[in-house]
């Protein structure tokens, strides 16, 4: 168990749709970060919260929307999706200031595995 | 081209048997190097981090290696079991940012 919960664990929604993603960590931590993992694909950091402030973003399309109401809650927010967002999309935490390339180490959730039909 | 390559892509090997999977990287300027185990259905789980300064690091039957002049990375996994079938995947960090490699797929067959 590593203490980063995601809800729900699947989710499968049309592309009119609306549905949210929540990622809730018990560790204490300072740091959350959403990352989109496709198939046979590297990882993609797609948004980095410290200290409830977004720092990062990485050209993500507008139709995700992250929100970070305090420093164990990470929402992302889905509308009108498209197929190719299809994906296992993870959440992570970590203990320092959200430097991504830093050495403290992020925890993962599970991640919520995303079908858009 | 991803500036992390990761091979094979995928390996197979018997419980019991060694095995070394490869991270080759062109990211610069280099800051640190990870290697991450992910289960099926489940979130990575950090392995080892190593800095520029470092060139092995051991969790267990884990042991990675680095070269930085070579800019390349192994894991090495010693009398597998079962339960080391998972993706493993390098991370490479450059300053401010982060790349990842596409990941390794190693099964362990009894």
């Known amino acids: 168990e590593t203490g980063v919960t995601q809800t729900p664990r699947h989710l499968v929604m049309g592309m009119t749709n609306k549905k949210s993603l929540k990622c809730e960590q018990h560790l204490g931590h300072n740091a959350m970060y959403w990352y989109k993992q496709s198939a046979k694909k590297p990882l993609e950091l797609m948004f980095v919260?410290?200290?409830?402030?977004?720092?990062e973003n990485n050209s993500v399309p507008s139709r995700f929307s992250p929100e970070c109401p305090n420093s164990s809650h990470l929402f992302l927010h889905l509308h009108t999706l498209q197929p190719e967002d299809s994906a296992l999309y993870l959440c992570?935490?970590?203990?320092?200031?959200?430097?991504?390339?830093?050495?403290?180490?992020?925890?993962f959730g599970p991640g919520t595995r995303l079908t858009v039909l | 081209k991803n500036q992390v390559e990761q091979s094979p892509q995928s390996l197979i090997i018997l419980e019991g048997k060694n095995c070394t999977l490869q991270c080759n990287y062109t990211v610069s300027p280099f800051s640190n190097l990870r290697w991450y185990k992910q289960d099926t259905g489940r979130g990575p789980v950090s392995l080892t981090i190593m800095t520029f300064s470092e060139n092995t690091k051991s969790n267990g039957r884990y042991t990675a290696t680095l070269d930085a002049d070579t800019k390349q990375s192994s894991l090495h996994i010693t009398a597998s079991q079962l339960s080391d079938s998972a993706s493993y995947i390098c991370?490479?960090?450059?300053?401010?940012?982060?790349?990842f490699g596409a990941g390794t797929r190693l099964t362990v067959k009894p």
């Open positions: 991370v490479v960090s450059e300053g401010n940012d982060m790349r």
């Open positions: 992570a935490s970590s203990q320092a200031s959200g430097r991504v390339g830093g050495t403290d180490t992020q925890y």
């Open positions: 919260y410290s200290l409830e402030e977004r720092v």
